[in-house]
């Protein structure tokens, strides 16, 4: 019943996943996350990295802004992988990503002024961040 609707649900995803990446390139600290030219991603998720991100999600809460955090174990920490004897350290790049990365809200049917609202929301926390004091 629902497959009708997918390609259009993809697209509006599409549409909301362009906005947040021409709102949010170069934002201060932020990385968004690179899509190859000759894919095209559904995204189910909208994931960014950001400097502090629970102090960056609860400043979001904060303002409205619910996100969420979908991989916060690298796959070789989890319990599935422990045979293999990795432990922290093996792979020190997917350990600090795993602590850097939020999703932000990404769903079909998303409107504009949601995505605006996010991205703002998430620059004024960059500023806020990156204010001397702190």
Not at 14 to 37: H, K, M
Not at 55 to 71: C, D, K, M, N, P
Not at 108 to 119: K, N, Q, Y
């Amino acid at each position: 019943m629902k497959l009708r609707h997918l390609d259009r649900w993809n697209d509006e995803r599409r549409r909301a996943a362009a906005r947040y990446a021409a709102q949010l390139t170069g934002i201060n600290g932020g990385v968004l996350t690179e899509v190859a030219a000759w894919a095209e991603p559904a995204f189910h998720l909208y994931v960014v990295r950001v400097p502090d991100r629970d102090r960056a999600r609860e400043f979001l809460q904060e303002h409205g802004v619910s996100t969420g955090i979908h991989y916060p174990v690298p796959v070789h920490l989890q319990e599935a992988c422990a045979n293999l004897g990795l432990g922290v350290g093996s792979f020190p790049v997917a350990e600090r990503l795993a602590s850097e990365i939020v999703s932000l809200p990404m769903f079909a049917g998303i409107t504009d002024s949601e995505v605006d609202r996010v991205c703002e929301t998430l620059q004024e926390w960059v500023c806020v961040e990156a204010t001397p004091d702190r």
